[in-house]
């Protein structure tokens, strides 16, 4: 069936797109103010661990296509996503594909040990909400060497996120850029599970 002839749905609900939004702001922001404008960059960290605790809550109660429900898939699914995927053959989905499912729980945890572990070095110079709590004792070089450490690993999956974006658009010939703003994609009437008014059932494959 003709998906150009189909009327487009609201897959990412406006809150989600903004949160998408602000977090990759508020992540380039801490990440390129770093120690000469500390304020800066601890008040854009605050933002991103409000942001990922954000997400964590609607990933629980939000609108179908946010639920971790909907789209977290067992790594022998993203193995086969991928698999399809260079082969050009893998199937559209209309929320997030295993591939992407398994990215955004990766991001979600590097940026919170991020964030924790700026918190616990601003704690050791006695500021933030860990100040004068048991995370002053901590080996502070050590913090600062996981700190730095994640921060550029978030870098580089952020890059593979990317880029896993543009392919995944190539493959099944949508803009999925566009649809994080507007929040609409086409329906794929030739997949049941694909329909987005459907009632969620708790699995998306
Ligand atoms: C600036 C370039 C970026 C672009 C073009 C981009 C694009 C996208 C797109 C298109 C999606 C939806 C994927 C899908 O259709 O399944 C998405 C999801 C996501 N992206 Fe990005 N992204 C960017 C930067 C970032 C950054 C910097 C972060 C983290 C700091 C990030 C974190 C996420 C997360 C967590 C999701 C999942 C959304 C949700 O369901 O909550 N992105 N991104
Ligand atoms: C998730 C967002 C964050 C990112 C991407 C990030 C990134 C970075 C980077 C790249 C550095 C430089 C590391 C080095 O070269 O040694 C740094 C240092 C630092 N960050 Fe963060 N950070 C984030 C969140 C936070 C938060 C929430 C705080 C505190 C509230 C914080 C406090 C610090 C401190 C105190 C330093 C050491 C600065 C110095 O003395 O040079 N960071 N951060």
Redesign the pocket.
């Known amino acids: 069936m003709n998906r150009q002839a189909k009327k487009p749905h609201v897959v990412w609900d406006p809150l989600l797109r903004v949160f998408h939004w602000t977090l990759a702001f508020?992540?380039f922001l801490?990440?390129l103010f770093?120690?000469e404008e500390?304020t800066m960059?601890?008040h854009?960290?605050?933002t991103?661990?409000l942001l990922i605790l954000f997400r964590l809550v609607w990933g629980v109660i939000g609108p179908r296509h946010a639920l971790f429900s909907d789209f977290l898939a067992p790594p022998g699914k993203v193995y086969i996503y991928l698999k399809l995927l260079f082969y050009r053959t893998a199937k559209r989905h209309i929320g997030h594909n295993p591939a992407g499912a398994a990215m955004i729980l990766l991001l979600l945890i590097t940026?919170l040990i991020?964030?924790?572990?700026?918190?616990c070095?601003?704690a050791m110079?006695g500021?933030?909400p860990l100040a004068n709590t048991f995370v002053s004792s901590w080996p502070g070089h050590v913090v600062?060497?996981i700190?730095?450490f994640f921060?550029?690993f978030?870098?580089v999956l952020i890059i593979v996120h990317v880029v896993g974006v543009l392919l995944t658009g190539l493959v099944h010939k949508e803009n999925l850029i566009k649809a994080m703003i507007t929040g609409e994609k086409l329906p794929d009437l030739d997949f049941p599970d694909n329909r987005p008014d459907e009632p969620h059932h708790g699995k998306n494959t």
């Open positions: 508020f992540f801490a990440y770093e120690s500390l960059h601890s854009a960290g605050y991103v661990t940026l991020t964030a924790f572990t700026g918190m070095l601003f110079e500021s933030g600062e060497d700190h730095e921060s550029n978030t870098l």
